[in-house]
Protein backbone atom coordinates (compact mmCIF):
# COMPACT_ATOMS: atom_id res chain seq x y z
CA UNK A 1 0.00 0.00 0.00
CA UNK A 2 1.63 3.33 -1.38
CA UNK A 3 3.00 5.54 2.05
CA UNK A 4 0.91 8.36 0.50
CA UNK A 5 -2.29 6.84 1.99
CA UNK A 6 -1.25 6.28 5.65
CA UNK A 7 -1.28 3.74 8.01
CA UNK A 8 -2.51 4.72 11.14
CA UNK A 9 -4.62 2.17 12.81
CA UNK A 10 -8.37 2.98 12.32
CA UNK A 11 -9.14 2.24 16.11
CA UNK A 12 -6.40 4.92 16.69
CA UNK A 13 -7.22 7.91 18.51
CA UNK A 14 -8.67 11.09 16.97
CA UNK A 15 -6.02 12.62 14.46
CA UNK A 16 -6.28 15.93 15.51
CA UNK A 17 -3.65 17.39 17.14
CA UNK A 18 -4.13 19.38 20.51
CA UNK A 19 -0.82 20.66 20.79
CA UNK A 20 -0.51 24.76 18.24
CA UNK A 21 2.20 24.01 15.90
CA UNK A 22 4.73 26.65 16.84
CA UNK A 23 4.89 24.63 20.50
CA UNK A 24 5.20 21.25 18.50
CA UNK A 25 8.14 22.37 16.49
CA UNK A 26 9.44 23.94 19.70
CA UNK A 27 8.96 20.35 21.22
CA UNK A 28 10.22 18.69 17.77
CA UNK A 29 13.56 20.63 16.92
CA UNK A 30 15.67 19.78 20.47
CA UNK A 31 15.27 16.42 19.22
CA UNK A 32 18.28 17.63 16.41
CA UNK A 33 20.65 18.72 18.21
CA UNK A 34 22.62 15.80 18.79
CA UNK A 35 22.80 15.59 15.41
CA UNK A 36 23.13 19.16 14.12
CA UNK A 37 26.26 17.70 11.94
CA UNK A 38 24.53 15.86 10.16
CA UNK A 39 21.39 17.58 9.75
CA UNK A 40 23.84 20.33 8.00
CA UNK A 41 25.53 17.83 5.79
CA UNK A 42 22.21 16.64 4.52
CA UNK A 43 20.79 20.32 3.52
CA UNK A 44 23.90 21.03 1.84
CA UNK A 45 23.56 17.76 -0.31
CA UNK A 46 20.02 19.04 -0.98
CA UNK A 47 21.13 22.41 -2.11
CA UNK A 48 23.55 21.00 -4.52
CA UNK A 49 21.31 18.59 -6.06
CA UNK A 50 18.54 20.71 -6.46
CA UNK A 51 21.21 23.14 -7.84
CA UNK A 52 22.35 20.32 -10.22
CA UNK A 53 19.33 19.63 -11.32
CA UNK A 54 17.73 23.02 -11.93
CA UNK A 55 21.33 23.78 -14.00
CA UNK A 56 21.19 20.65 -16.61
CA UNK A 57 18.13 22.00 -18.69
CA UNK A 58 20.22 25.02 -18.65
CA UNK A 59 23.30 23.68 -20.28
CA UNK A 60 20.94 22.44 -22.42
CA UNK A 61 19.30 25.52 -23.32
CA UNK A 62 22.99 26.87 -24.26
CA UNK A 63 24.01 23.62 -25.96
CA UNK A 64 21.40 24.21 -28.52
CA UNK A 65 20.95 27.83 -28.65
CA UNK A 66 24.17 28.50 -29.15
CA UNK A 67 27.29 25.80 -29.98
CA UNK A 68 24.57 24.00 -32.20
CA UNK A 69 23.72 27.09 -33.69
CA UNK A 70 27.66 28.22 -34.08
CA UNK A 71 29.11 24.66 -35.23
CA UNK A 72 30.93 25.24 -31.82
CA UNK A 73 32.51 21.61 -31.88
CA UNK A 74 34.61 22.65 -28.75
CA UNK A 75 31.52 24.25 -26.82
CA UNK A 76 29.22 21.05 -27.72
CA UNK A 77 31.66 19.02 -26.17
CA UNK A 78 32.21 20.54 -22.41
CA UNK A 79 28.37 20.90 -22.91
CA UNK A 80 27.95 17.08 -23.20
CA UNK A 81 30.51 17.04 -20.65
CA UNK A 82 29.07 19.56 -18.28
CA UNK A 83 26.02 18.04 -18.72
CA UNK A 84 27.13 14.63 -17.45
CA UNK A 85 29.08 16.13 -14.81
CA UNK A 86 26.21 17.64 -13.21
CA UNK A 87 23.61 14.17 -13.74
CA UNK A 88 26.75 12.73 -12.06
CA UNK A 89 27.10 15.08 -9.02
CA UNK A 90 22.90 15.29 -8.50
CA UNK A 91 22.71 11.69 -8.24
CA UNK A 92 25.75 11.30 -5.79
CA UNK A 93 24.74 14.19 -3.72
CA UNK A 94 21.05 12.73 -3.76
CA UNK A 95 22.09 9.49 -2.80
CA UNK A 96 24.37 10.94 -0.01
CA UNK A 97 22.20 12.83 1.49
CA UNK A 98 19.66 10.33 2.06
CA UNK A 99 21.53 8.17 3.48
CA UNK A 100 22.79 10.64 6.21
CA UNK A 101 19.28 11.96 6.67
CA UNK A 102 18.07 8.62 6.82
CA UNK A 103 20.47 7.37 8.93
CA UNK A 104 19.82 10.59 11.62
CA UNK A 105 16.23 9.43 11.05
CA UNK A 106 16.37 6.24 12.27
CA UNK A 107 18.65 7.24 15.33
CA UNK A 108 16.37 10.16 16.52
CA UNK A 109 13.53 7.61 16.29
CA UNK A 110 15.37 5.10 18.13
CA UNK A 111 16.20 7.49 20.87
CA UNK A 112 12.54 8.76 20.88
CA UNK A 113 11.30 4.99 21.47
CA UNK A 114 14.11 4.56 24.25
CA UNK A 115 13.16 7.64 25.92
CA UNK A 116 9.27 6.72 25.11
CA UNK A 117 9.65 3.12 27.17
CA UNK A 118 11.60 4.42 29.87
CA UNK A 119 9.03 6.78 30.62
CA UNK A 120 6.24 4.08 30.86
CA UNK A 121 8.47 1.99 32.84
CA UNK A 122 8.47 4.92 35.63
CA UNK A 123 4.21 5.66 35.55
CA UNK A 124 1.96 4.17 37.99
CA UNK A 125 -0.32 1.25 37.55
CA UNK A 126 -2.89 3.56 37.06
CA UNK A 127 -1.94 4.47 33.93
CA UNK A 128 -1.67 1.59 32.44
CA UNK A 129 -5.20 0.54 33.60
CA UNK A 130 -6.12 3.15 31.46
CA UNK A 131 -4.63 2.31 28.76
CA UNK A 132 -4.57 -1.25 26.69
CA UNK A 133 -1.45 -2.94 25.66
CA UNK A 134 -2.00 -2.43 21.94
CA UNK A 135 -2.85 1.17 22.29
CA UNK A 136 1.02 1.43 24.42
CA UNK A 137 2.60 -0.50 21.81
CA UNK A 138 1.45 2.37 18.84
CA UNK A 139 2.52 4.65 20.71
CA UNK A 140 6.01 3.05 21.21
CA UNK A 141 6.55 1.52 17.36
CA UNK A 142 3.82 3.12 15.07
CA UNK A 143 3.80 6.69 16.40
CA UNK A 144 7.39 6.52 16.76
CA UNK A 145 8.22 5.15 13.70
CA UNK A 146 5.58 7.53 11.83
CA UNK A 147 7.76 10.37 13.26
CA UNK A 148 10.99 9.64 10.96
CA UNK A 149 9.01 11.23 8.83
CA UNK A 150 9.40 14.63 10.47
CA UNK A 151 13.08 13.81 10.18
CA UNK A 152 13.96 12.45 7.30
CA UNK A 153 12.76 11.23 3.30
CA UNK A 154 8.59 13.30 3.56
CA UNK A 155 9.82 16.11 5.23
CA UNK A 156 13.08 16.53 2.99
CA UNK A 157 11.28 15.68 -0.19
CA UNK A 158 8.83 18.58 0.85
CA UNK A 159 11.79 20.67 1.27
CA UNK A 160 13.45 19.58 -1.97
CA UNK A 161 10.14 19.68 -4.24
CA UNK A 162 9.55 23.49 -3.14
CA UNK A 163 13.09 24.53 -3.86
CA UNK A 164 12.74 22.59 -7.12
CA UNK A 165 9.84 24.03 -7.29
CA UNK A 166 10.64 27.50 -7.16
CA UNK A 167 13.90 27.37 -8.53
CA UNK A 168 12.15 26.13 -12.23
CA UNK A 169 9.39 29.17 -11.98
CA UNK A 170 12.35 31.71 -11.36
CA UNK A 171 14.03 30.69 -14.32
CA UNK A 172 11.00 29.29 -16.68
CA UNK A 173 9.30 32.99 -16.08
CA UNK A 174 12.99 34.50 -17.05
CA UNK A 175 12.94 32.31 -20.24
CA UNK A 176 8.96 32.72 -20.91
CA UNK A 177 6.69 33.86 -18.83
CA UNK A 178 4.11 33.58 -21.05
CA UNK A 179 4.49 29.94 -21.40
CA UNK A 180 5.01 29.09 -18.11
CA UNK A 181 1.75 30.98 -17.19
CA UNK A 182 0.29 28.31 -19.54
CA UNK A 183 1.94 25.40 -17.90
CA UNK A 184 0.85 26.83 -14.21
CA UNK A 185 -2.85 27.09 -15.47
CA UNK A 186 -2.70 23.24 -16.25
CA UNK A 187 -0.94 22.18 -12.87
CA UNK A 188 -3.12 24.03 -10.59
CA UNK A 189 -5.93 22.56 -11.29
CA UNK A 190 -4.09 19.09 -11.51
CA UNK A 191 -2.89 19.32 -7.50
CA UNK A 192 -6.54 20.18 -6.44
CA UNK A 193 -7.82 17.35 -8.10
CA UNK A 194 -5.20 15.04 -6.82
CA UNK A 195 -5.49 16.63 -3.02
CA UNK A 196 -9.33 15.64 -3.18
CA UNK A 197 -8.79 12.18 -5.06
CA UNK A 198 -5.92 11.21 -2.41
CA UNK A 199 -8.17 12.06 0.53
CA UNK A 200 -11.21 9.96 -1.66
CA UNK A 201 -8.91 7.26 -1.95
CA UNK A 202 -7.92 7.00 2.10
CA UNK A 203 -11.43 6.06 2.82
CA UNK A 204 -11.10 2.90 0.53
CA UNK A 205 -7.88 2.17 1.69
CA UNK A 206 -9.08 2.48 5.34
CA UNK A 207 -11.64 -0.39 4.27
CA UNK A 208 -8.87 -2.49 3.01
CA UNK A 209 -6.90 -2.03 6.26
CA UNK A 210 -10.20 -2.38 8.56
CA UNK A 211 -11.11 -5.93 6.22
CA UNK A 212 -7.38 -6.91 6.58
CA UNK A 213 -7.60 -6.35 10.43
CA UNK A 214 -10.73 -8.58 10.68
CA UNK A 215 -9.23 -11.60 8.66
CA UNK A 216 -5.93 -11.69 10.93
CA UNK A 217 -8.17 -11.48 14.06
CA UNK A 218 -10.48 -14.00 12.99
CA UNK A 219 -7.52 -16.47 11.85
CA UNK A 220 -5.96 -15.54 15.45
CA UNK A 221 -8.98 -16.23 17.28
CA UNK A 222 -10.24 -20.02 15.40
CA UNK A 223 -7.00 -21.00 15.36
CA UNK A 224 -6.36 -20.97 18.57
CA UNK A 225 -9.74 -22.70 19.40
CA UNK A 226 -8.69 -25.48 16.73
CA UNK A 227 -9.70 -28.25 19.59
CA UNK A 228 -13.24 -26.56 20.04
CA UNK A 229 -14.00 -26.35 15.86
CA UNK A 230 -13.05 -29.57 15.86
CA UNK A 231 -14.92 -31.12 18.21
CA UNK A 232 -18.46 -29.52 17.28
CA UNK A 233 -17.73 -29.80 13.48
CA UNK A 234 -17.38 -26.14 12.89
CA UNK A 235 -14.27 -26.45 10.44
CA UNK A 236 -16.38 -26.28 7.17
CA UNK A 237 -18.63 -23.14 9.14
CA UNK A 238 -15.32 -21.34 9.94
CA UNK A 239 -13.96 -21.66 6.28
CA UNK A 240 -17.05 -20.18 4.81
CA UNK A 241 -16.75 -17.47 7.04
CA UNK A 242 -13.37 -16.33 6.35
CA UNK A 243 -13.78 -16.78 2.81
CA UNK A 244 -16.79 -14.33 2.79
CA UNK A 245 -14.23 -11.99 4.86
CA UNK A 246 -11.90 -12.67 1.86
CA UNK A 247 -14.43 -12.01 -0.84
CA UNK A 248 -15.23 -8.86 0.54
CA UNK A 249 -11.53 -7.59 0.71
CA UNK A 250 -11.19 -8.35 -2.52
CA UNK A 251 -13.34 -6.49 -3.68
CA UNK A 252 -12.57 -3.58 -1.78
CA UNK A 253 -8.72 -4.26 -2.80
CA UNK A 254 -9.21 -4.76 -6.39
CA UNK A 255 -11.52 -1.54 -6.71
CA UNK A 256 -9.00 0.74 -4.84
CA UNK A 257 -6.07 -0.72 -7.03
CA UNK A 258 -7.90 0.17 -9.93
CA UNK A 259 -8.71 3.30 -9.21
CA UNK A 260 -5.05 3.47 -8.00
CA UNK A 261 -3.53 2.74 -11.34
CA UNK A 262 -6.22 4.30 -13.29
CA UNK A 263 -5.32 7.80 -11.62
CA UNK A 264 -1.39 7.17 -12.24
CA UNK A 265 -2.25 6.52 -15.90
CA UNK A 266 -4.27 9.97 -15.52
CA UNK A 267 -1.01 11.87 -14.45
CA UNK A 268 0.92 9.98 -17.34
CA UNK A 269 -1.72 11.79 -19.84
CA UNK A 270 -1.53 14.94 -17.90
CA UNK A 271 1.90 15.07 -18.75
CA UNK A 272 1.83 14.52 -21.90
CA UNK A 273 -0.88 17.26 -22.18
CA UNK A 274 1.71 19.57 -20.11
CA UNK A 275 3.79 18.90 -23.25
CA UNK A 276 1.45 19.59 -25.46
CA UNK A 277 0.91 22.86 -24.29
CA UNK A 278 4.20 23.88 -24.45
CA UNK A 279 4.58 22.91 -27.73
CA UNK A 280 1.41 24.99 -28.17
CA UNK A 281 2.53 27.99 -26.29
CA UNK A 282 5.77 27.80 -27.77
CA UNK A 283 5.13 28.20 -31.66
CA UNK A 284 3.90 31.59 -30.77
CA UNK A 285 0.19 31.15 -31.96
CA UNK A 286 -1.07 31.83 -28.73
CA UNK A 287 1.22 35.07 -27.53
CA UNK A 288 2.83 35.97 -30.66
CA UNK A 289 6.42 34.82 -29.58
CA UNK A 290 7.75 31.44 -30.60
CA UNK A 291 10.38 29.61 -28.01
CA UNK A 292 13.67 28.94 -29.19
CA UNK A 293 15.11 25.23 -29.18
CA UNK A 294 17.04 25.61 -26.00
CA UNK A 295 14.02 26.96 -24.60
CA UNK A 296 11.96 24.58 -25.44
CA UNK A 297 13.58 21.49 -24.55
CA UNK A 298 14.30 23.71 -20.84
CA UNK A 299 10.64 23.67 -20.46
CA UNK A 300 9.98 19.98 -21.50
CA UNK A 301 13.19 19.15 -18.36
CA UNK A 302 11.21 21.48 -16.19
CA UNK A 303 8.08 20.00 -16.51
CA UNK A 304 9.11 16.30 -16.50
CA UNK A 305 11.17 16.61 -13.56
CA UNK A 306 8.64 18.69 -11.41
CA UNK A 307 5.32 16.73 -13.00
CA UNK A 308 4.98 13.47 -10.21
CA UNK A 309 6.78 15.58 -7.18
CA UNK A 310 4.02 18.48 -8.23
CA UNK A 311 1.77 15.80 -7.80
CA UNK A 312 2.03 14.68 -4.60
CA UNK A 313 3.27 17.72 -2.94
CA UNK A 314 -0.37 17.73 -1.17
CA UNK A 315 0.02 14.15 0.05
CA UNK A 316 3.30 14.48 0.95
CA UNK A 317 2.22 17.78 3.34
CA UNK A 318 -0.74 15.27 4.38
CA UNK A 319 1.80 12.78 5.56
CA UNK A 320 3.64 15.48 7.74
CA UNK A 321 0.51 16.53 9.48
CA UNK A 322 -0.17 12.89 10.43
CA UNK A 323 3.19 12.68 11.52
CA UNK A 324 2.79 15.74 13.89
CA UNK A 325 -0.54 13.87 15.27
CA UNK A 326 1.54 10.95 16.33
CA UNK A 327 4.15 13.33 17.99
CA UNK A 328 1.15 15.24 19.66
CA UNK A 329 0.58 11.62 20.90
CA UNK A 330 4.06 10.78 21.49
CA UNK A 331 4.38 14.00 23.82
CA UNK A 332 1.04 12.94 25.73
CA UNK A 333 2.84 9.92 26.91
CA UNK A 334 6.06 12.22 27.98
CA UNK A 335 4.12 14.67 29.71
CA UNK A 336 2.03 12.10 31.46
CA UNK A 337 3.45 12.55 35.01
CA UNK A 338 3.96 9.57 37.53
CA UNK A 339 1.00 9.35 40.10
CA UNK A 340 3.66 8.11 42.23
CA UNK A 341 6.32 10.15 41.87
CA UNK A 342 9.63 9.76 44.63
CA UNK A 343 9.63 12.39 47.16
CA UNK A 344 12.33 15.34 46.61
CA UNK A 345 15.29 13.95 48.64
CA UNK A 346 13.68 10.56 49.54
CA UNK A 347 16.37 7.85 51.11
CA UNK A 348 18.07 5.44 48.87
CA UNK A 349 18.76 3.70 52.27
CA UNK A 350 16.16 1.35 53.89
CA UNK A 351 17.06 0.36 57.17
CA UNK A 352 18.25 -3.64 57.27
CA UNK A 353 17.55 -3.86 61.05
CA UNK A 354 13.36 -2.77 61.12
CA UNK A 355 11.10 -4.58 63.03
CA UNK A 356 7.63 -3.62 62.17
CA UNK A 357 5.50 -2.56 59.39
CA UNK A 358 2.20 -0.81 59.43
CA UNK A 359 -0.49 -0.13 57.71
CA UNK A 360 -1.90 3.14 59.25
CA UNK A 361 -5.52 3.81 57.84
CA UNK A 362 -5.80 3.12 54.49
CA UNK A 363 -8.55 4.84 52.15
CA UNK A 364 -8.12 4.35 48.29
CA UNK A 365 -10.74 5.82 46.01
CA UNK A 366 -10.68 5.07 42.22
CA UNK A 367 -10.58 8.17 40.06
CA UNK A 368 -14.37 6.90 39.13
CA UNK A 369 -14.99 7.35 42.91
CA UNK A 370 -15.19 3.90 43.87
CA UNK A 371 -13.72 3.28 47.31
CA UNK A 372 -11.19 -0.07 47.55
CA UNK A 373 -10.13 0.19 50.95
CA UNK A 374 -11.74 2.23 53.88
CA UNK A 375 -9.58 3.27 56.77
CA UNK A 376 -7.78 -0.22 56.68
CA UNK A 377 -5.30 -0.59 59.86
CA UNK A 378 -3.21 -3.49 60.70
CA UNK A 379 0.77 -4.38 61.36
CA UNK A 380 3.27 -7.33 60.17
CA UNK A 381 6.12 -7.85 62.75
CA UNK A 382 9.48 -8.97 61.34
CA UNK A 383 9.26 -12.75 60.57
CA UNK A 384 5.85 -12.96 61.08
CA UNK A 385 3.85 -14.62 58.37
CA UNK A 386 0.54 -13.05 57.36
CA UNK A 387 -2.60 -14.30 55.63
CA UNK A 388 -5.09 -12.18 53.73
CA UNK A 389 -8.28 -13.61 52.46
CA UNK A 390 -11.95 -12.82 51.34
CA UNK A 391 -14.10 -12.72 48.58
CA UNK A 392 -12.70 -11.15 45.04
CA UNK A 393 -12.96 -7.91 44.75
CA UNK A 394 -12.87 -7.52 48.95
CA UNK A 395 -9.32 -5.49 48.23
CA UNK A 396 -6.11 -8.07 49.27
CA UNK A 397 -4.43 -7.27 46.06
CA UNK A 398 -5.26 -3.17 46.49
CA UNK A 399 -3.35 -3.64 50.00
CA UNK A 400 -0.49 -5.03 48.13
CA UNK A 401 -0.31 -2.77 45.22
CA UNK A 402 -0.12 -0.30 47.90
CA UNK A 403 2.80 -1.40 49.59
CA UNK A 404 4.65 -2.34 46.12
CA UNK A 405 3.50 1.55 45.75
CA UNK A 406 2.11 0.77 42.41
CA UNK A 407 -0.46 2.93 43.96
CA UNK A 408 -0.87 5.71 46.26
CA UNK A 409 -3.29 5.41 49.19
CA UNK A 410 -6.58 8.62 48.89
CA UNK A 411 -5.57 8.94 53.07
CA UNK A 412 -3.16 6.88 55.53
CA UNK A 413 0.18 5.48 54.82
CA UNK A 414 2.41 2.31 54.87
CA UNK A 415 5.03 2.94 57.37
CA UNK A 416 8.56 1.05 58.72
CA UNK A 417 9.37 1.69 62.42
CA UNK A 418 7.53 4.60 61.70
CA UNK A 419 8.92 5.71 58.90
CA UNK A 420 6.33 6.30 55.67
CA UNK A 421 7.88 3.95 52.95
CA UNK A 422 7.20 6.95 50.66
CA UNK A 423 10.29 8.48 52.42
CA UNK A 424 12.21 6.28 50.64
CA UNK A 425 12.79 5.86 46.56
CA UNK A 426 10.42 3.23 44.96
CA UNK A 427 13.95 1.40 44.04
CA UNK A 428 15.57 1.09 47.50
CA UNK A 429 11.90 -0.05 48.93
CA UNK A 430 11.05 -2.62 46.39
CA UNK A 431 14.31 -4.14 46.42
CA UNK A 432 13.10 -4.99 49.62
CA UNK A 433 10.52 -6.84 48.18
CA UNK A 434 10.29 -10.17 46.79
CA UNK A 435 7.18 -10.84 44.14
CA UNK A 436 5.31 -13.77 43.31
CA UNK A 437 2.29 -13.15 41.19
CA UNK A 438 -1.01 -15.45 40.03
CA UNK A 439 -0.10 -14.62 36.52
CA UNK A 440 3.57 -16.35 36.08
CA UNK A 441 5.76 -14.14 33.50
CA UNK A 442 8.58 -15.37 32.24
CA UNK A 443 10.34 -13.20 29.75
CA UNK A 444 12.01 -14.47 26.59
CA UNK A 445 15.95 -15.29 26.89
CA UNK A 446 17.52 -18.10 29.18
CA UNK A 447 16.70 -18.99 32.39
CA UNK A 448 19.52 -17.30 34.15
CA UNK A 449 18.04 -14.06 32.96
CA UNK A 450 14.98 -14.46 34.19
CA UNK A 451 16.09 -15.38 37.63
CA UNK A 452 18.06 -12.27 37.85
CA UNK A 453 14.89 -10.22 36.47
CA UNK A 454 17.36 -9.25 33.96
CA UNK A 455 19.46 -7.44 36.36
CA UNK A 456 22.98 -8.69 35.41
CA UNK A 457 25.11 -7.96 38.62
CA UNK A 458 23.19 -10.65 40.81
CA UNK A 459 25.59 -13.42 40.04
CA UNK A 460 25.95 -17.00 40.21
CA UNK A 461 26.02 -18.04 43.63
CA UNK A 462 22.72 -15.84 44.29
CA UNK A 463 20.96 -17.99 41.56
CA UNK A 464 22.48 -21.00 43.25
CA UNK A 465 20.93 -20.47 46.23
CA UNK A 466 17.62 -19.41 45.29
CA UNK A 467 17.09 -22.75 43.49
CA UNK A 468 18.48 -24.33 46.54
CA UNK A 469 16.17 -22.47 48.83
CA UNK A 470 12.79 -23.49 47.04
CA UNK A 471 13.95 -26.93 45.70
CA UNK A 472 14.20 -26.04 41.88
CA UNK A 473 17.69 -27.94 40.99
CA UNK A 474 15.87 -30.72 39.38
CA UNK A 475 14.28 -28.24 37.01
CA UNK A 476 17.79 -27.47 36.22
CA UNK A 477 19.23 -29.95 35.75
CA UNK A 478 16.46 -31.55 33.87
CA UNK A 479 17.40 -28.48 31.33
CA UNK A 480 20.15 -29.39 28.54
CA UNK A 481 22.21 -26.14 28.99
CA UNK A 482 20.70 -25.39 32.50
CA UNK A 483 20.74 -21.71 33.57
CA UNK A 484 21.59 -21.08 29.79
CA UNK A 485 18.50 -23.18 28.25
CA UNK A 486 16.58 -19.98 25.91
CA UNK A 487 12.95 -20.41 27.15
CA UNK A 488 9.98 -20.07 24.82
CA UNK A 489 7.48 -17.59 24.71
CA UNK A 490 5.80 -17.49 28.33
CA UNK A 491 7.75 -19.88 29.58
CA UNK A 492 6.46 -22.65 26.83
CA UNK A 493 8.81 -25.34 27.26
CA UNK A 494 8.37 -25.63 30.77
CA UNK A 495 5.55 -27.45 32.97
CA UNK A 496 3.37 -24.83 35.24
CA UNK A 497 4.90 -26.68 38.19
CA UNK A 498 8.34 -25.84 36.62
CA UNK A 499 7.75 -22.31 35.58
CA UNK A 500 5.77 -21.46 39.38
CA UNK A 501 9.11 -23.10 40.62
CA UNK A 502 11.36 -20.63 38.68
CA UNK A 503 9.02 -17.86 39.86
CA UNK A 504 9.23 -18.85 43.58
CA UNK A 505 13.31 -18.43 42.85
CA UNK A 506 13.09 -15.03 41.12
CA UNK A 507 11.32 -13.54 44.15
CA UNK A 508 14.15 -14.81 46.60
CA UNK A 509 17.32 -14.18 44.19
CA UNK A 510 18.15 -11.14 46.17
CA UNK A 511 17.25 -12.22 49.69
CA UNK A 512 14.43 -9.81 50.07
CA UNK A 513 13.27 -8.92 53.69
CA UNK A 514 9.42 -9.18 52.59
CA UNK A 515 7.54 -12.12 50.55
CA UNK A 516 4.57 -10.83 49.18
CA UNK A 517 2.77 -13.82 47.35
CA UNK A 518 -0.31 -12.34 45.47
CA UNK A 519 -2.36 -16.02 44.73
CA UNK A 520 1.38 -17.76 43.80
CA UNK A 521 -0.61 -21.15 43.46
CA UNK A 522 -4.22 -20.68 41.74
CA UNK A 523 -3.19 -21.49 38.54
CA UNK A 524 -1.89 -24.94 38.99
CA UNK A 525 -4.04 -28.02 39.90
CA UNK A 526 -4.47 -29.10 43.14
CA UNK A 527 -1.73 -32.23 43.00
CA UNK A 528 0.90 -29.59 41.68
CA UNK A 529 -0.03 -27.44 44.38
CA UNK A 530 0.52 -29.74 46.78
CA UNK A 531 3.94 -31.06 45.76
CA UNK A 532 4.52 -26.86 45.31
CA UNK A 533 3.84 -26.71 49.14
CA UNK A 534 6.72 -28.05 50.40
CA UNK A 535 8.61 -25.05 47.95
CA UNK A 536 6.42 -22.63 49.46
CA UNK A 537 7.08 -23.58 53.15
CA UNK A 538 11.08 -23.50 52.43
CA UNK A 539 10.70 -19.85 50.51
CA UNK A 540 8.79 -18.64 53.74
CA UNK A 541 10.86 -19.79 56.53
CA UNK A 542 11.93 -17.30 58.69
CA UNK A 543 10.79 -14.59 56.35
CA UNK A 544 8.28 -11.96 56.66
CA UNK A 545 5.72 -12.60 54.57
CA UNK A 546 2.34 -11.14 53.32
CA UNK A 547 0.28 -14.00 51.55
CA UNK A 548 -3.28 -13.61 49.11
CA UNK A 549 -4.77 -16.91 48.91
CA UNK A 550 -8.04 -17.78 48.08
CA UNK A 551 -6.97 -21.80 48.36
CA UNK A 552 -7.34 -21.65 52.13
CA UNK A 553 -5.68 -24.89 52.91
CA UNK A 554 -2.33 -22.78 52.22
CA UNK A 555 -2.66 -20.33 54.52
CA UNK A 556 -3.87 -22.54 57.93
CA UNK A 557 -0.34 -22.41 59.46
CA UNK A 558 -0.01 -18.47 59.07
CA UNK A 559 0.57 -16.69 62.28
CA UNK A 560 -2.19 -14.26 61.29
CA UNK A 561 -5.46 -14.47 58.74
CA UNK A 562 -6.81 -11.40 58.23
CA UNK A 563 -10.03 -11.55 56.41
CA UNK A 564 -10.71 -8.32 53.51
CA UNK A 565 -14.51 -7.87 53.17
CA UNK A 566 -15.55 -4.77 51.07
CA UNK A 567 -12.92 -2.66 51.52
CA UNK A 568 -12.19 -3.37 55.13
CA UNK A 569 -10.54 -5.90 57.88
CA UNK A 570 -13.76 -8.07 59.13
CA UNK A 571 -12.34 -11.21 61.21
CA UNK A 572 -8.42 -11.12 62.15
CA UNK A 573 -6.86 -14.46 63.97
CA UNK A 574 -5.23 -17.58 63.26
CA UNK A 575 -6.73 -20.20 61.78
CA UNK A 576 -8.38 -22.23 64.52
CA UNK A 577 -9.50 -18.50 66.13
CA UNK A 578 -11.46 -17.55 62.74
CA UNK A 579 -12.53 -20.74 61.94
CA UNK A 580 -14.32 -21.41 66.11
CA UNK A 581 -15.76 -17.55 65.45
CA UNK A 582 -18.22 -19.49 62.68
CA UNK A 583 -18.10 -16.18 60.83
CA UNK A 584 -17.13 -15.34 57.20
CA UNK A 585 -13.81 -17.28 57.22
CA UNK A 586 -15.21 -20.27 58.26
CA UNK A 587 -18.00 -19.51 55.14
CA UNK A 588 -15.41 -19.82 53.08
CA UNK A 589 -13.42 -22.42 54.48
CA UNK A 590 -16.23 -24.57 54.61
CA UNK A 591 -17.29 -23.91 50.76
CA UNK A 592 -13.98 -25.70 49.97
CA UNK A 593 -13.87 -28.26 52.21
CA UNK A 594 -17.45 -29.29 53.00
CA UNK A 595 -15.96 -32.56 54.88
CA UNK A 596 -14.33 -30.31 57.60
CA UNK A 597 -11.36 -32.45 57.38
CA UNK A 598 -8.39 -29.72 57.22
CA UNK A 599 -10.36 -27.97 60.03
Not at 86 to 106: D, E, S, W
Not at 295 to 300: C, G, M
Not at 450 to 459: F, H, M
Amino acid sequence: MPWWFGDEPLDDEPQARRLPFGQMVRRVAPMFRPHLGALAVGVLLLLVSVACQLAGPLVLLRLIDVHVVESSRSGVVWSALTYAALYIVAAAATYLQVVVLTKMGLSIVADLKRTVFGHLLRLSLAYFDKNTPGTLLARVESDCERLQALFSEVSIAVFRTFLLIAGMLVVMLVANWRATLAVLALAVPLVIVTIYFFRWMRGLYQRVRHLYARISGFVTEYVQGVPILQTFGYERRATERLAALNQDKLVADRRASLLEYGFWGFLSAMEVAAVMVILYAGSGRSFGVAMTGGTFVLFLEYTRQAFWPLAIFAEQIGFIQRAFASADRVFGVLDTPSRTPDRKGASEAVPDDWRELTFENLTLVYDGGTKALDDVSFSIRRGERVALVGLSGGGKTTLTNLLLRYYEPTEGRIAVDGTDIRDFTQRAWREKIGLVLQDIHLFPGTVGDNLRALVDEIGQENLDRAVEIVGAEGVIAGLPKGYDEILAEGGGNLSMGERQLLSFARAVVRDPDLLVLDEATSSVDPGTERRLQASIDRLLAGRTSLIIAHRLATIVNADRILVVHQGRIAEAGTHAELYAQEGIYRDLFDLQFSDGEVA
